[in-house]
């Protein structure tokens, strides 16, 4: 069976591409309104303008938040963090140096850039998600497993409001969408006549999966 060759968001109801809007700005300010008070946020001169918007604008309007970060924040590279990353890794650092960072608390681990192109590392901080996004719509993350994905964790993206899957590791991705491939006639079926497979292993998910 071909894939559709169709453009999903222009074929949207005008009623269900404003209820997608409305799910993406509510999944964006969760992101970014506790950020706006990182020391990132506070100090960098990057975000000097977005600094200046909101100080006229009522910080509980939405819709004016949104507006301001979208016409204040410019695209950057790497280069603006680095100095703000570099006190993870100083001699003296201080809790205090690097809490509330890039984002509330601190984060749960330092990611580091695969440094495939030549070019020194990277490093990136992890922070655990927000508790207002845990269970949000735009937010569902699979079960995790080890290595190759499983039909239960494939399933996942048949809940029609999943749009953001989570993956820790480059490689479960690449496996997933192998999997995927593998897999596509029989998610197909399912999906068309609503059914979950008699597969093994699955015993304990089927009830959640149906």
């Known amino acids: 069976m071909s894939r559709p060759d169709t453009d999903l968001l222009n074929s949207l109801s005008a009623e269900l591409s404003q209820r997608l809007k409305d799910l993406m700005d509510r999944a964006l300010l969760g992101f970014i309104q506790p950020n706006s008070a990182s020391q990132f946020a506070l100090h960098a001169p990057e975000l000097a303008k977005f600094r200046e918007a909101l100080a006229h604008v009522d910080s509980k309007d939405d819709i004016e938040f949104l507006r301001s970060f979208r016409e204040s924040v ?25 809490k509330n960072l890039f984002a509330p608390g601190l984060p749960y681990y330092i990611a580091v850039s695969s440094t495939t192109s030549g070019k020194p590392a990277k490093t990136f901080p992890i922070y655990p998600l927000a508790q207002s996004m845990l269970h949000h719509p735009l937010y569902l993350s699979l079960p995790h497993s080890e290595g190759r994905p499983e039909f239960q964790d494939v399933a996942g993206v048949l809940d029609r409001r999943v749009t953001t899957i989570r993956f820790l590791f480059a490689s479960l991705f690449v496996n997933f969408l192998q999997y995927v491939e593998d897999e596509w006639t029989l998610l197909i079926d399912c999906i068309e006549k609503g059914i979950i497979p008699d597969l093994e292993n699955i015993d304990h998910v089927r009830e959640t999966l149906e």
């Open 74 to 98: 410019p695209t950057t590279d790497y280069e603006p963090y680095r100095p703000y990353m570099a006190k993870f890794f100083a001699t003296d650092c201080n809790e205090s140096d690097v």
